[in-house]
């Protein structure tokens, strides 16, 4: 069992910055592929990146790439995502996810830890 708490959402007005976090503890979790996902209001949880055990594949959502950054710091057993140039469409709650193996994907139903989610709410 890999468990995950997100934070670091928040208001920030259109153009800002955030960093979410995303720390993780259980069952060897440095050895578990990485995501994040959000879900918007009345929409379906999508994808927004994706990380590989040892950080060395990552990949983006279109819609949040060069803007966003997806990183870890496996000493800390930590995942962060780093949100640039936020617009109004970036909002949504933010979920962190894990998979039971070490290659990044794309795919909600691939993972099987999920995080509560933190709330990021972009003002325009």
């Known amino acids: 069992q890999v468990q995950l708490v997100e934070s670091g959402g928040g208001l920030v007005q259109a153009g800002g910055s955030l960093r979410l976090s995303c720390a993780a503890s259980?069952?060897?979790?440095?050895?578990?592929?990485m995501g994040w996902f959000r879900q918007a209001p009345g929409k379906e949880r999508e994808f927004v990146a994706t990380?590989?055990?040892?950080?060395?594949?990552?990949s983006y959502a279109d819609s949040v790439k060069g803007r966003f950054t997806i990183s870890r710091d496996n000493a800390k057993n930590t995942l962060y995502l780093q949100m640039s140039n936020l617009k109004p469409e970036d909002t949504a709650v933010y979920y962190c996810?894990?998979?039971?193996?070490?290659?990044?994907?794309?795919?909600?139903?691939?993972?099987?830890?999920w995080g509560q989610g933190t709330q990021v709410t972009v003002s325009s």
């Open positions: 996810a894990a998979r039971s193996t070490t290659a990044a994907g794309l795919r909600a139903w691939e993972y099987d830890y």
């Open positions: 259980g069952r060897t979790p440095s050895r578990n592929a």
């Open positions: 990380i590989s055990w040892n950080g060395a594949v990552t």
